[in-house]
T-cell receptor, first 114, second 109 residues
Framework: AQSVTQPDIHITVSEGASLELRCNYSYGATPYLFWYVQSPGQGLQLLLKYFSGDTLVQGIKGFEAEFKRSQSSFNLRKPSVHWSDAAEYFC????????????FGAGTILRVKS | NAGVTQTPKFRILKIGQSMTLQCAQDMNHNYMYWYRQDPGMGLKLIYYSVGAGITDKGEVPNGYNVSRSTTEDFPLRLELAAPSQTSVYFCATWAREAFFGQGTRLTVV
């Protein structure tokens, strides 16, 4: 069965510090990979996506993610966090073979301290 | 383009009542999905559709029904609402990424 694990429920970082959010998946094929961000009471905004090719993906708001096939991971990074980055982050996987249905991780809540 | 539009945004239901959550898209996408989001659980797929007239169950379909008579609309029906259906519901379409509506916050009391 397909699954996504985000090991960290909460992460707190200082403003200006670097950030890495972890995502591991179990899937029948190399899936499409996504990171979404959700502010309280809001919908989901796509940060970045990976389908194939270069394993380092650049997204919006200064975020990037690296796909590591050998580790079944797709970790999200940002070199310098801003207070406005405080939100919940979701990793998701899917594939055309499975109807493009997205399987989501449980989410990581990011807190930024000044 | 409005994208994906969900109505209503908020609703309170009594146990045993029924309602329909509406989802409409103007992007002509074939794939449409209904997810529910519960705290600490991420999003779980309820039902999905790969085109008009075709629907299938997702991970958590019990207590829900869907129909897809047109490409644009994908309503989600709750029959006999239960407190366990208190959640935030998101409709989405797919075209190389998922496009989400703003959600419907449903409380069953």
């Amino acid at each position: 069965a397909q699954s996504v694990t985000q090991p960290d429920i909460h992460i707190t970082v200082s403003e200006g510090a670097s950030l890495e959010l972890r995502c591991n998946y179990s899937y029948g094929a190399t899936p499409y990979l996504f990171w979404y961000v959700q502010s309280p009471g809001q919908g989901l905004q796509l940060l970045l996506k990976y389908f194939s090719g270069d394993t380092l993906v650049q997204g919006i708001k200064g975020f990037e993610a690296e796909f590591k096939r050998s580790q079944s991971s797709f970790n999200l990074r940002k070199p310098s966090v801003h207070w406005s980055d405080a939100a919940e982050y979701f990793c998701a996987v899917g594939h055309m073979e499975y109807g493009n249905k997205l399987v989501f991780g449980a989410g990581t809540i990011l807190r930024v301290k000044s | 383009n409005a994208g994906v539009t969900q109505t209503p945004k908020f609703r309170i239901l009594k146990i045993g009542q029924s309602m329909t959550l509406q989802c409409a898209q103007d992007m002509n996408h074939n794939y449409m999905y209904w997810y529910r989001q519960d705290p600490g659980m991420g999003l779980k797929l309820i039902y999905y559709s790969v085109g008009a007239g075709i629907t299938d169950k997702g991970e958590v379909p019990n207590g829900y029904n869907v129909s897809r008579s047109t490409t644009e609309d994908f309503p989600l029906r709750l029959e006999l609402a239960a407190p366990s259906q208190t959640s935030v519901y998101f409709c989405a379409t797919w075209a190389r990424e998922a496009f989400f509506g703003q959600g419907t916050r449903l409380t069953v009391v």
